[in-house]
């Protein structure tokens, strides 16, 4: 654990610089909290001419406090702050919390960049400026200036946005989702989400992390740390950046967004991202309270087939469909309902279900090794006490000799129902008052466990790769000038990193074309081979299926002509004779750099696939095999791939490994390689392979 952190997080004593006499003022606010919220630690309001705030004793300055400070919470204006951070620095102060507003957020970065500067100089750290402050309810306290410390709980809030964590630290108590701290964030100046997620998962307090996102500062840290992560991790971003459009220039830059950038980010590095604030309450209510799902059984217990129905349909939404239950667990809870009741999934004890019903079924079940998870639906009915079912809920999963399973509940009905729910939440069982909802955040609880897991392989590394040669070409196409590979470089440095391109030569001549055509074999197929044309079947450069001498001579002189009428005053090198590769399906991969997450890959079929429907899919790179496939899958026409209408099954594994390797290419050259693609890359047959008959490779600025 970072104890600079940790001196601002859990601070043993905070100097408030700016603190004030006057209840107006943040100053006087943020003591007023410490004082109020309970904060055992020392206080000193630092203030020219106060004696005493709120009982403490004032200091003119931080460097006149005789004692030990840890942390510093900094309310004077901005021009001030970098005044007090050097004295905050003197004084041997660890860390600081700087709540002033007017840094970088109105567009003074220098300022910012001076206040950094100096804390760093003094081995401080900072969080913020522009901030509401650090709530944590396991020190009580309040080192904000939000009125009180939101409801206790296990998770963990990071909000970008201070307006939205004070909205949050009310709205825990009407939502009874509990957290144990809320860190405001602001600019993130120095401290980050990534630096936060290493600290909460090592603080013992906190069992999930939940992030309020308006941007993130180094994308790949902040997948690196939250890969590292052990414990869950919620996120809601808000707003799409407007840079994913400025990458707009070629095809695959018009279909990447940084929204589905993120969205892959996230689920790569294992972060379950929320679809709006309801989602983000619901789901870390669920999450904060609850182990992961290891399995995909879950078991439904309900008095209302109603509910039951619409849980069940949930649970098919959601990704966790239900399936019946074994024969001896039916059997067994037969045992505990009336003849009309079903015992199948979703396990219906009827509305006729009193407190045994609900004790002995869900106590049997809870505990049965074929369960892994559980979701309680109770109605209200006239002849039950809510609370009576909630006790009972509560007992029979503690009373079962099982535990390391989720469970989650949903109440429907009236008032009592709202205080049963309430006192489930209290005794950490997720509470929802729909059935959908309940279901939901136990689909939650077994992504979460799948991300978990797979989050934890390390980054993708294949060893059949030479950087070396692909930099030597690069540097070389650079050395002429050029901002942009042509084909024959360009798929030279595609099989350098181990992509099956097919065998391409350029020639200087017909005659040339001619001999290298004779040694390839016919059928060939030939293209243009310029710096100026990239779009080459635009310009009518690309012939296919030539089949002897003459169709070569005769495509040599129509590529010239065709070439020369599409750009007068092209840089034409020659022409690239190439194995033709048979006709199969077509896909393209491409990469564009994000402006966050650096260089990432694109999947899509080729045609109108892409070009009409935008079926195309999104990784940060790199990506292994098994990510690759997961890609294939994700695109909605993925059926043609599996093999669709009779269609034999397409080499899905060799497709996996040209998309790992190519998303290898693109990170390890990425201070190299601005945006590519191979489009399009014919896939065969299962077994027999793919090839890449085009490739594409524009260079970074230099
Ligand atoms: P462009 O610069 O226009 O993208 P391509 O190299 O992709 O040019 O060629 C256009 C089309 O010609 C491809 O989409 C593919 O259908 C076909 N093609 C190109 N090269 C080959 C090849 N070596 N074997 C078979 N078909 C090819
Ligand atoms: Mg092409």
Redesign the pocket.
């Known amino acids: 654990m970072d104890p600079i952190i940790n001196a601002v997080l859990k601070p043993k004593s905070i100097a408030v610089i700016g603190a004030s006499t006057n209840p107006d003022k943040i100053g006087y606010k943020v003591v007023e909290n410490l004082k109020n919220c309970g904060y055992q630690g020392a206080v000193y309001p630092i203030n020219l001419e106060a004696h005493e705030i709120m009982g403490y004793k004032c200091y003119p300055s931080i460097k006149d406090v005789p004692y030990v400070v840890d942390a510093a919470v900094i309310t004077v204006p901005a021009k001030i702050v970098p005044k007090v951070v050097q004295e905050s620095g003197e004084k041997g102060v660890k860390g600081l919390s700087i709540i002033s507003s007017g840094f970088s957020e109105v567009g003074d970065h220098a300022l910012e960049d001076e206040v950094v500067r100096i804390a760093h100089e003094y081995g401080m750290r900072i969080i913020g400026p522009n901030i509401i402050g650090v709530l944590s309810n396991s020190d009580k306290m309040n080192a904000s200036f939000t009125n009180f410390l939101p409801l206790e709980g296990k998770a963990a809030l990071v909000s970008q946005s201070g307006a939205l964590l004070i909205a949050m630290d009310a709205a825990t108590y009407t939502r009874r989702v509990g957290f144990d701290k809320m860190i405001s964030i602001g600019n993130q100046a120095d401290l980050d989400f990534a630096d936060l997620i290493a600290y909460l998962n090592e603080d013992e307090n906190t069992s999930c992390i939940t992030l309020y996102i308006e941007g993130i500062k180094d994308g790949p840290r902040f997948m690196e740390e939250a890969r590292k992560c052990t414990k869950p991790i919620i996120a809601l971003k808000a707003g799409t950046s407007a840079h994913g459009a400025a990458a707009a220039a070629s095809h695959t830059g018009s279909l990447a967004g940084s929204a589905k950038v993120y969205e892959a980010a996230f689920e790569q590095a294992g972060v379950a991202q929320a679809e709006d604030l309801n989602d983000m309450f619901d789901t870390t209510l669920a999450l904060s309270l609850q182990p992961t799902m290891k399995g995909d059984n879950l078991l439904i217990v309900t008095n209302g087939g109603g509910v039951g129905v619409l849980a069940t349909d949930a649970a098919e939404k959601f990704g966790l469909p239900l399936k019946f239950a074994p024969e001896d667990v039916q059997a067994e809870l037969r045992k505990h309902m009336p003849s009309f009741g079903s015992a199948k999934n979703p396990v219906d004890i009827t509305g006729g279900a009193g407190l045994e019903g609900y004790y002995e079924g869900v106590k049997y079940s809870y505990a049965h090794p074929w369960v892994d998870g559980m979701v309680v639906l109770y109605c209200e009915t006239s002849v039950t006490d809510p609370q009576e079912i909630a006790e009972a809920i509560y007992n029979a999963k503690n009373e079962s000799g099982a535990s390391g399973k989720p469970i989650a509940v949903s109440f429907i009905g009236g008032d009592r129902c709202e205080a049963a729910m309430k006192w489930l939440i209290e005794h950490d069982i997720p509470t929802y008052d729909a059935p959908d909802l309940a279901v939901k955040a136990m689909a939650s609880l077994r992504k979460q466990d799948d991300m978990l897991k797979t989050a934890h392989n390390g980054l993708y590394k294949p060893t059949d790769v030479d950087s070396d040669l692909a930099r030597k070409i690069i540097a070389g196409a650079r050395a002429k000038g050029r901002d942009a590979l042509t084909?024959v470089e360009a798929k030279n440095v595609f099989r350098a990193y181990g992509l099956p391109v097919?065998p391409?030569v350029l020639a200087h001549s017909e005659d040339e074309a001619v001999q290298l055509a004779e040694k390839i074999g016919f059928p060939?197929?030939m293209?243009i081979v310029s710096p100026d044309?990239?779009?080459?079947?635009?310009?009518g450069?690309?012939k296919?299926?030539i089949k002897n001498e003459q169709g070569v001579r005769d495509a040599w002189k129509v590529i010239m002509e065709n070439s020369l009428a599409y750009k007068a005053d092209a840089e034409i090198d020659g022409v690239a004779v190439?194995?033709?590769?048979?006709?199969a399906t077509?896909v393209i991969v491409g990469s564009v750099n994000d402006a966050t997450f650096g260089p990432t890959v694109m999947f899509g079929l080729?045609g109108i696939f892409v070009e009409v429907m935008k079926d195309v899919t999104f990784k940060v790179a790199p990506i292994d095999e098994a990510t690759a496939l997961d890609m294939q899958s994700e695109i909605k026409s993925s059926k043609i791939l599996e093999g669709a209408r009779g269609e034999s099954p397409r080499d899905q594994k060799a497709l996996a490994n040209v998309l790992a390797h190519y998303s290898f290419m693109v990170y390890d050259l990425k201070d190299e390689i601005a945006e590519s693609d191979a489009?399009?890359v014919?896939v065969y047959e299962n077994g027999q392979g793919v090839?890449v008959?085009?490739?594409?490779i524009i260079l970074t600025k230099k």
């Open positions: 084909e097919t391409t060939v197929v293209k044309i990239l779009h080459k079947s635009d310009a450069a690309v296919v299926n190439q194995e033709m590769a048979p006709w077509e080729g489009n399009p014919i090839a008959v085009d490739a594409r």
